[in-house]
């Protein structure tokens, strides 16, 4: 069972690196709805507003 929990946690731990990853790539924002994604596009993929100049968010 110890092998299982520690499998588990390893699990997780790779989950969350990857979702932290992914956030810290994100560097465009829609400006209607303020969706993050990490490539421009001429429609936001989330509410279809179309993108209009630069997206970049400034960190």
Request: glycine residues 8%; aromatic residues 6%.
């Amino acid at each position: 069972m110890g092998l299982f929990n520690e499998v588990g946690r390893q699990v997780e731990k790779f989950k969350q690196t990857a979702k932290n990853a992914a956030k810290s790539a994100e560097t465009y924002q829609c400006p209607a709805c303020g969706e993050k994604f990490d490539s421009t596009h001429e429609q936001c993929p989330e509410c279809g507003e179309e993108m209009v100049g630069s997206t970049e968010t400034e960190n």
